[in-house]
């Protein structure tokens, strides 16, 4: 029996509902007056995208979805998208301008052209069956940069923070240091690390505003990452009351910035949980609960034991016979609802395995 919610929201309010079962991330959005947005894609245990499935419990047809955004190419961003894509023709599709490089669409090609081993492969198997979609439908990709207002919609403006014009430099440089061969098995991309091309994205409706942080991280380069984004006059003035972690609340994508500049005082911030990285750890969640007026995770992570392999572990003690390894847990949303008229959080509210930290 599924967990979500069935009531709508009402056209002034803005809700962000975040989820995440370990392995996956999706972020669904109601900009308000009735037009939703999807950030990124994960797949419910049944197999299906979650947000197709969450906006047919609460009884929103699929052509109110106006956007549908990869913040990166991250497997566990990606997963299902293409049949988000599919399933809503006329939202404009919008993913970072730091792919906008023959490169790239070369290697995304290659992977279709080299056959997938299963439905939802690949960022970059998703990424191929994205373009495909749109290559049928006849619709172009909205290439999302620093400061740039990729969409409008009645009260609502979408705009993305991120990747930096640098990291855009940066990516064209990678990409075109990569031939691919052929007969090669391209399941990733080299030279270019997807999270340094996260989009950020700033979602104003009326009065709230809610930051969605991707999977960005701060690195040491002052003209990229959040470092870039906290630094800019350019980005929209007005504070967040709402906040999606970035890069599943690890200290490298957290920013003191962030908190400083682009967040209200204690705003109620969302999380998922990446069970292959141990995301978030002990000291992270912590961290963000001295700052976050509330925290909450979309599910918990989860470890099983598995018998050691020797090969794998030899410098490990020769007594320890089985160690924890992280495997997806339970699917859980984490719904936040915000007044359009006052910007104020109406409602936080947990489901399936959402808990609080």
Not at 107 to 135: F, N, P, W
Request: net charge positive; aromatic share 6%.
């Amino acid at each position: 029996m599924s967990f979500y919610p069935t009531d709508p929201p009402g056209p002034t309010m803005l809700e962000c509902s975040i989820f995440g079962p370990g392995v996956g991330e999706c972020v669904v959005v109601h900009l308000g007056d009735g037009d939703w947005m999807v950030v990124d894609s994960c797949l419910s245990g049944a197999g299906g995208s979650v947000a197709l499935e969450y906006l047919e419990a609460i009884r929103v047809g699929r052509s109110a979805i106006a956007m549908v955004v990869a913040t990166h190419w991250h497997d566990d961003h990606v997963g299902g998208l293409a049949d988000v894509v599919a399933a809503a023709p006329s939202a404009l599709f919008a993913c970072s301008g730091a792919l906008r490089r023959e490169e790239f669409f070369t290697v995304v090609a290659s992977a279709g052209v080299l056959g997938r081993t299963t439905r939802h492969g690949s960022g970059v198997d998703e990424m191929s069956a994205i373009l495909r979609q749109l290559k049928v439908s006849r619709r172009q990709a909205k290439w999302s940069f620093e400061n740039e207002a990729i969409l409008r919609k009645s009260r609502s403006v979408i705009t993305s923070l991120s990747p930096s014009s640098e990291t855009f430099a940066r990516s064209l440089a990678g990409f075109a240091g990569f031939s691919p061969k052929l007969k090669a098995n391209l399941r990733r991309v080299p030279a270019v690390q997807p999270n340094e091309t996260s989009v950020v994205l700033h979602v104003q409706s009326g009065q709230a505003v809610a930051l969605l942080g991707a999977d960005l991280e701060t690195g040491n380069d002052p003209a990229r990452g959040w470092s870039a984004i906290v630094n800019s006059n350019a980005r929209p003035p007005t504070r967040a009351g709402f906040y999606k972690a970035a890069h599943h609340g690890s200290q490298d994508a957290d920013h003191e910035g962030i908190w400083s500049n682009l967040l209200e005082p204690k705003p109620v911030a969302a999380l998922t949980p990446f069970t292959r990285s141990g995301l978030p750890g002990a000291s992270d969640i912590t961290r963000l609960k001295v700052v976050a007026g509330k925290l909450r995770q979309s599910s918990p992570l989860v470890t099983r034991a598995i018998k050691r392999r020797p090969a794998v572990d030899r410098t490990v003690s020769q007594w320890a016979k089985r160690r924890p390894v992280p495997q997806a847990g339970r699917l859980g949303q984490v719904r936040v609802r915000l007044d359009t008229n006052t910007g104020l959080v109406s409602s936080t509210e947990l489901f399936g395995a959402a808990f609080a930290p």
